[in-house]
């Protein structure tokens, strides 16, 4: 540590192997597998994935799961939003929103006719006013007033381009979760597999362990009995384990050791 930083190399970590340590000479830390130092926070990150806007924080080992559901159930909400707006944008301009005007002025006209008769009764003579678009009533299921419009179909556009774009964004995550890489490791594996490729050979991710130990890696063990077999309960219990708000931290290691999983703890 007394030496300067200058004196110290680091060595590219896509010339490391899969379980070799060197040293991060930014935050003069020794640097484990599969972390890297984020320029944004400052910190050294274990399986750093991105630094995220939207959560204000780097997504790496401790809050990469709770950046998933984050994804899944912002997905959800948005798409909840657009089928709720779906019927009233698309009936902004058909046949029962105009109708719905039509008979608005109507019953507008017929309530100022008897106002009419009121005021002619007792001898003042007062000029009606004209019937506005904003003052049109809902007199059909799912069909917006005028002045509804605008906010329906920011609220429609909104939440179905966000909905589609996270959606796609926890697809590749899920399809990253399912091959046991990060988003940094998934550029630099691709790079190996087209040199692996240009040398007639088959470039195979150290860390992948398969679909099942690839989700349990992230979101914990699926079941305790060491079985291929999985009941239903298991099942269920595991979706709960998934989806669930909760504060635990991971179970397993940030990395696979040599003959699969281990817990922290």
């Known amino acids: ?80 939003g657009t089928m709720v707006s779906l019927n009233p944008f698309l009936n902004m301009d058909g046949e029962l929103y105009h109708s719905q005007i039509r008979q608005s002025r109507k019953l507008y006209n017929a309530s100022i006719s008897n106002n009419t008769l009121t005021t002619l009764t007792t001898g003042l003579q007062i000029q009606p006013p004209k019937f506005h678009r904003s003052q049109a009533q809902h007199l059909y299921p799912y069909v917006p007033t005028p002045s509804e419009c605008t906010p329906i179909a920011f609220t429609f556009m909104i939440c179905c381009s966000v909905g589609i774009a996270v959606l796609l964004l926890l697809a590749f995550h899920l399809y990253l979760i399912l091959t046991a890489q990060t988003t940094i490791e998934f550029h630099g594996n691709n790079l190996k597999k087209r040199r692996a490729k240009e040398r007639d050979q088959v470039y195979v991710n150290p860390y992948d362990l398969g679909y099942r130990r690839n989700l349990e890696q992230v979101w914990g063990i699926f079941n305790h009995r060491n079985s291929a077999s999985i009941t239903v309960v298991e099942s269920i219990a595991f979706l709960r384990k998934m989806l669930a708000p909760s504060f635990r931290e991971p179970e397993l290691l940030p990395v696979p050791l040599v003959g699969g999983l281990r817990r922290r703890y």
């Open 1 to 80: 540590t007394n030496l300067p930083t200058g004196a110290i190399k680091s060595i590219p970590w896509m010339l490391l192997g899969p379980h070799d340590w060197s040293f991060c000479t930014n935050s003069r830390q020794a640097k484990p597998p599969r972390a890297h130092f984020d320029h944004v926070t400052k910190s050294l990150v274990l399986n750093m994935d991105h630094y995220c806007p939207w959560m204000f924080n780097v997504v790496g080992y401790f809050n990469y799961r709770y950046f998933c559901n984050f994804l899944f159930y912002v997905g959800i909400g948005m798409m909840y």
